[in-house]
């Protein structure tokens, strides 16, 4: 016991202060791509070469990336010739479809402080998955934020769900989002769940949980880091 | 070449054994694809595994009928002593899908059989076991997504059926249905548990839930493209499936990744084991609920996840293999990096597995938990660390090797309780080899190229790429189409083995011991889904 206790005060604290103190990512951090337009000669080479499609590009306008859609593969930079394409830094890519205060009627409580979370595993890669369990951590614990992940979608406010919602599990995804009480959010976790991302349209799946369930907030990423999720998380809560 | 001697003795001994029954087919870098007739299966895989000593390591169906004329079989071998494995190709007529099970010899091959029966519709004579396996009770009958002749982007409608479970019956007997959607931030499965009271007498699981349908997705998609798929299979063992499936190309393309790349491919590989094993070795600990075990584990793998997003890009360690090589250098100032924080981890990771194996209460729950048995680990082919807590010595780094394992010293351990705390006991040892390897590879490499280019492959050309993810050996078949085309892609996670092995390892235990076992295996259902 005394052995334990002693670790315990060695180590310290461990906890990351993201959000308020957003440490800058690694140089070979693969985030959003962009584009430089002075070496960019429009051929259209990371278009046609992107494994998922997330790149577009109109007619005499430089290429952008469609985030919800790009696995951050970095493919689209390896493959340009003339070094247009790079991987940039930036992660923060949560798009909400809706906020709270929008979705929840008029007159009904939004969420308050404490926030409670039920992940739905709908066919994902488990990528999604451990991210979210590093969220439950000593390094990025999100209970310091307001945040608590629960057992049962009876317990929970929002749904985290994962994966392109497999036929496997379309319908248990239903019933999860039918048991869970009003008002609720349903935030699409990882590019598979925001779009299909690499998972192409398929007798096997849905393509992203918008085809099954009504989405909130997307966190696109594959899979997001932990900090782009409590981004995702306090987005949709409204506490940015 | 003792290996080409080698092979041909064992042509030569099939030959003579088999006659006109089995011939060569074609040879691809160190493999040798026989073709066997249909009703010689079940006398050459025996012969091959008891005379031979050839382990049935996956088995393959495939829709040639565009190309030959019939259906496919392949039965991969390999044999750890032969350093090669062995493909046999038996062709099914197309009016007469069916082919002779080989179960009941080689019980490794009872779900490989029951997934072509599914994906294929190709029936193996003999089977023990008529259930469906990949289709859910809902899958109408007679559709086969992996014929050549389905069209992947259809709506399959739902029809009503009753899930096949066997149904234990007698006084006393509660049986437990727990799952898909589980209490926890876990991937889904359902299990059924027929129990008196706590103990466990039956434990049967309905996996497949995050079947993506990604191997028919493959079909005739370009190679390079089917890299992105392989990656995302798994994220736990993302890169071990990247490099198999990256070996298969290049052994297909004739060509090998420069020295360079695959010891950079080593030292990826195994950050990717030491994230997998710290994080799991935590991670058992919640099964007992011992959190300074789960949160200490938690800290130190991540650590390792920011040292490889600080090196790869990537925390999953994605993005970083492309057949023919690397896309990213290891420069010395990076060396220096992972050198620092592997010096760190180590020591705090000593501190903290001292503690957890020295907690009685802990060990009280771990220890004769769970045994998995020699010959049942032996009979399915229970691969990696579980199979080798229970004494089964095997791995793929040294017995088939790749990258640049064959210019590295590390010592393979083994156990022989088969139960948690073996289990427990194996990852340890590994994590410290692991921490060595990697001090090793950063050591011996010399400069260099990092990737060549990949030209044109030949078309129907089959490969097989063999890794030893951190879960155990994986295996990735491949088969090429036209222009630079998948024809047929199959991945035989490491959990695909050993989901029927941990499954023999509940009963006699309590239901409450379950999440312990299950922990201890440390099983991908996306890997066995897919």
């Known amino acids: 016991m005394l052995r334990i206790f002693r670790k315990g005060y060695k180590t310290g604290m461990s906890t990351d202060s993201y959000p308020y103190d957003k440490k800058p990512v690694s140089s070979n951090f693969r985030g959003k791509p962009v584009w430089d337009s002075d070496k960019c000669n429009l051929c259209g080479l990371c278009v046609e070469c992107c494994p998922t499609g997330a790149i577009a590009i109109e007619k005499s306008k430089i290429p952008y990336v469609q985030v919800e859609k790009c696995i951050f593969c970095g493919y689209c930079e390896d493959q340009c010739a003339n070094g247009a394409v790079t991987m940039g830094d930036e992660y923060e890519l949560t798009l909400p479809e809706k906020t709270q205060s929008e979705r929840f009627n008029k007159g009904q409580p939004g969420f308050g402080r ?22 439950t951590g000593p390094v990025y614990d999100i209970q310091r934020l307001g945040f608590d992940f629960v057992a049962s979608p009876r317990h929970a406010d929002i749904l985290m769900v994962t994966g392109p919602v497999t036929r496997n599990l379309e319908i248990a995804a239903i019933r999860t989002f039918k048991a869970t009480p009003a008002p609720k959010l349903v935030v699409a976790v990882g590019t598979c769940a925001c779009s299909g991302g690499i998972c192409e349209k398929s007798y096997a ?15 696109p990423g594959c899979p997001p880091r932990p900090q782009a999720l409590i981004h995702g998380l306090l987005k949709a809560v409204e506490k940015l | 070449m003792i290996k080409n001697n080698e092979q041909q003795k064992l042509i030569e001994q099939l030959n003579e054994k088999f006659g006109s029954d089995i011939e060569v087919l074609t040879k691809v870098c160190s493999e040798i694809i026989f073709k066997i007739s249909l009703n ?6 025996l012969f091959m595994k008891e005379n031979l000593g050839f382990d049935l390591i996956s088995m393959i169906g495939n829709d040639e009928r565009e190309v030959e004329g019939h259906f496919a079989i392949y039965y991969i071998f390999a044999c750890y002593r032969r350093k090669y494995p062995v493909v046999l190709k038996a062709f099914v007529e197309e009016d007469k899908p069916e082919f002779p099970s080989i179960t009941l010899l080689i019980p490794a091959a009872h779900w ?10 190709i029936e193996p004579i003999g089977h023990p076991d008529t259930r469906r396996l990949v289709h859910h009770s809902d899958w109408p009958v007679g559709l086969f997504p992996l014929r050549r002749d389905f069209d992947p982007q259809q709506v399959v409608p739902r029809y009503s059926g009753e899930d096949q479970f066997q149904r234990v019956k007698g006084h006393g007997i509660v049986n437990i249905p727990v799952g898909p959607i589980h209490a926890g931030i876990i991937e889904p499965g359902h299990f059924r548990f027929s129990a008196v009271g706590e103990n466990v007498i039956n434990l049967e699981a309905q996996l497949f839930y995050t079947h993506r349908g990604l191997e028919k997705q493959c079909q005739d998609q370009s190679v390079e493209k089917a890299l992105f798929v392989s990656e995302r299979i798994c994220a736990a063992c993302s890169l071990s499936h990247s490099t198999a499936y990256c070996q298969a190309v290049e052994k297909i393309a004739g060509i090998q990744a420069p020295e360079r790349a695959r010891f950079i491919r080593t030292v990826a590989l195994e950050l990717e084991r030491l994230y997998n094993h710290i994080g799991d070795v935590g991670n058992i600990c919640a099964g007992a609920g011992f959190s300074f075990g789960v949160m200490h584990g938690a800290r130190l793998k991540e650590e390792i996840m920011k040292l490889n997003e600080a090196i790869f890009g990537s925390r999953f360690l994605r993005g970083i293999n492309i057949p023919g090589g690397v896309r990213w250098d290891l420069e010395t100032r990076k060396k220096k990096i992972i050198l620092e924080v592997l010096g760190s981890v180590e020591k705090d990771f000593r501190e903290v597995a001292e503690i957890i194996l020295s907690n009685d209460s802990y060990l009280d729950r771990v220890e004769t938990t769970g045994k998995l048995l020699h010959k049942t680990a032996y009979d399915l082919h229970a691969v990696g660390p579980a199979a080798r807590a229970a004494g089964i010595d095997q791995d793929c780094r040294r ?47 010399q400069e260099g190229l990092i990737r060549v280019e990949l ?17 155990g050996e994986i295996v990735h078949f491949l088969m090429t189409g036209p222009n630079n085309t998948v024809y047929r892609y199959m991945v035989r996670s490491a959990s695909y083995c050993n989901w029927p092995a941990l499954l023999t390892t509940v009963p006699g235990n309590i239901v409450p011991d379950f999440p312990l076992i299950n922990k201890s295996f440390e099983l991908c259902y996306a890997c066995l889904d897919r």
């Not at chain 1, 926030?115 to 066919?123: P, T």
């Not at chain 1, 799946?205 to 997307?218: A, Q, R, T």
């Not at chain 2, 010689?40 to 895989?45: G, H």
Request: hydrophobic share 40%.
């Open chain 1, 114 to 135: 404490s926030v409670h979370i039920r992940h739905l595993d709908a066919g994902s890669c488990n990528g999604c998955d451990w991210e979210m369990v590093a969220l």
């Open chain 1, 205 to 219: 799946h849905h393509s992203g949980v918008e085809n099954i369930l009504p989405v909130d907030v997307y966190i």
């Open chain 2, 40 to 45: 010689q299966v079940q006398d050459i895989c």
């Open chain 2, 112 to 121: 490989y059989e029951r997934e072509i029966r599914d994906m294929l519709g």
């Open chain 2, 399 to 445: 017995d088939l090797p790749y990258a640049a394992y064959d210019q590295i010293k590390f010592v393979i351990p083994t156990y022989t309780e088969g139960d948690v705390l073996d289990r427990i006991n194996i990852r340890v040892d590994e994590i410290y080899e692991s921490i060595g390897i990697i001090r090793q590879a950063l050591e011996k490499m």
């Open chain 2, 455 to 471: 030209k044109q492959l030949p078309a129907y050309q089959v490969a097989v790429g063999i890794v030893e993810s951190p879960r």
